[in-house]
């Protein structure tokens, strides 16, 4: 990369701009585990006005620009894999404004998500996406991911809450995209397209958000099962009986065992499958559905339901079940994951296919998920001590799973995003009249292809 766009940089922005290699290395991976992509420099931006100085600039000099949030992503989405600069809003954490009376929130960024829930709920307030990682991952990345949750089953992912976004653009310009009503319907959905972009169009620099009236009450329950599919049935079942919990997630039993020391909650024993139930809403209501959930998990084979009614045990439960991703990480010696979606009446089969194609593959499956949503996170663990038989394994464990959930009618990705991971399956899922179009939106926003460029669509453009 040209030592004058650095130059140019740091004559723009100063203390911002970072080229000590050792304060560059933590903006080098993510927790995608897809290695090493250093930049040639970093700037962290406190202010949009700074952010559209470097879009300026890299359009300019012609240098990549890869936007990145607080680097959580799964899927290498933040990973500058052609060098140039990485552009990380970690910096800018501010919370604008809280608006009780319109239930709106305008946010930088950098804010993490967590500590937006927290902020809104003093306020009676309630901001619904919670993806696991939400102590540390950022709003901005949230939008640019359309990131889900648990409670995406009744309250929808991240694009349900984005009524507004302010955007820059490569070259500098910016877009005020959207609006502050709760309706709005006036021409192209623009602020829909950029969320779920994964950077790849537009930098985001405030996002507006929609609020809803805080839940007055939660309740949760543990179902185990002694087979996986009667548990994935079990999510059939509920949805048969008109009930709508505000998560519902599943966890197999390798899942299960991988966090059972480490976690304050007590799971059974011996459980192949286990459902965490969670119902919120009016405290009057709350523990007869949670009865008649209860009541469909038995109908579907259930060993063994037990109720967590009161608080400390609901948090220890969804502290454990947010375990589980790093658990199976700690445990094993390479771990690559997938997070596919599929119909909830196509997840009995598909868990039977995953475990069929760790053993063609010699890779232990776990699988955990979202699956009200019929959205599961498969890991492929494996022990050898030769990463690149390991990196194979899945590699050939993951082509054969990509096949049986598109046949099923499921898509690549039920949250995590394509990124670097799963580019070059989109052709795959995607008809080629389709891609087409993506990729003459592509050039429309981006004419130079520098904004995270080799991610999301595969090659050639
Ligand atoms: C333990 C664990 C659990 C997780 N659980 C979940 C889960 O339940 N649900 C879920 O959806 N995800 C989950 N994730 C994945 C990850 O946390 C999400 O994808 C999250 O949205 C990423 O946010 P981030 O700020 O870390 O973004 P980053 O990883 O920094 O970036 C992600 C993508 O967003 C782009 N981006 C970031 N900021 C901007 C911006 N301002 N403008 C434009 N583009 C931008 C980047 O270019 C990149 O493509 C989990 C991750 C971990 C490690």
């Given at each position: 990369m040209a030592r004058s766009i650095i130059t140019a940089l740091e004559a723009a922005l100063g203390a911002l701009v970072v080229t000590e290699p050792d304060a560059m290395e933590p903006f080098s991976t993510d927790e995608s585990t897809l290695g090493r992509h250093p930049p040639d420099v970093v700037v962290r931006p406190t202010t949009p006005e700074e952010i559209r100085i470097v879009l300026r600039l890299a359009a300019e000099h012609r240098v990549p620009v890869t936007p990145r949030g607080a680097g959580t992503g799964k899927s290498g989405g933040a990973l500058p894999v052609r060098g140039g600069v990485l552009l990380s809003t970690d910096r800018m954490q501010k919370i604008y404004e809280v608006d009780e009376a319109n239930r709106i929130a305008v946010v930088e960024p950098g804010v993490i998500t967590g500590t937006l829930q927290a902020r809104v709920e003093e306020e009676g307030l309630f901001y619904p996406?919670?993806?696991?990682?939400?102590d540390s991952c950022s709003l901005g990345g949230n939008v640019a991911e359309n990131a889900g949750g648990p409670r995406a089953y009744r309250?929808?992912?991240t694009r349900e809450y984005v009524l507004g976004l302010e955007v820059a653009l490569l070259g500098g310009d910016r877009l005020v995209l959207g609006r502050r009503s709760p309706k709005g319907v006036s021409g192209y959905d623009l602020t829909a397209l950029v969320v779920g972009s994964e950077g790849t169009l537009a930098v985001i620099d405030r996002i507006t958000l929609r609020l809803l009236p805080r839940p007055r009450a939660a309740v949760a329950a543990v179902a185990s099962f002694g087979e996986l599919g009667d548990a994935s049935r079990a999510v059939v079942e509920m949805g048969r009986s008109g009930l709508l919990p505000s998560a519902l997630e599943l966890l197999d039993g390798v899942c299960v065992d991988h966090i059972r020391e480490g976690s304050a909650y007590r799971f059974p024993e011996g459980a192949k499958g286990?459902?965490?139930v969670e119902l919120d809403g009016d405290p009057e209501r709350l523990e007869i559905d949670l009865i008649r959930c209860a009541e469909a998990c038995e109908a579907s084979g259930a060993m063994d339901v037990r109720l967590a009614t009161d608080e400390l045990q609901r948090r220890r439960l969804w502290e454990a079940r947010r375990m589980v991703s790093e658990a199976l990480k700690a445990a094993h010696r390479h771990k690559s994951s997938d997070d596919i979606a599929v119909p909830v009446g196509e997840m009995?089969?598909?868990?039977?296919?995953?475990?069929?194609?760790?053993?063609r593959h010699e890779l232990l499956a776990a699988v955990f998920g979202h699956a009200g949503d019929g959205n599961l996170h498969v890991s492929w663990l494996c022990d050898d001590e030769d990463p690149r038989l390991a990196a194979r394994r899945s590699a050939r464990a993951r082509?054969?799973?990509v096949h049986h959930v598109l046949g099923v009618g499921g898509t690549l990705s039920g949250e995590h995003g394509i990124g670097l991971r799963m580019r070059k399956y989109m052709v795959l899922e995607h008809p080629p009249q389709e891609l087409q179009m993506m990729r003459a939106i592509k050039k429309l926003w981006d004419p130079l292809d520098l904004l995270n460029p080799g991610k999301l669509l595969p090659e050639p453009y």
């Open positions: 996406p919670d993806p696991a990682s939400l309250y929808g992912v286990v459902l965490l009995h089969r598909t868990v039977a296919e995953i475990a069929q194609i760790g053993e082509l054969e799973l």
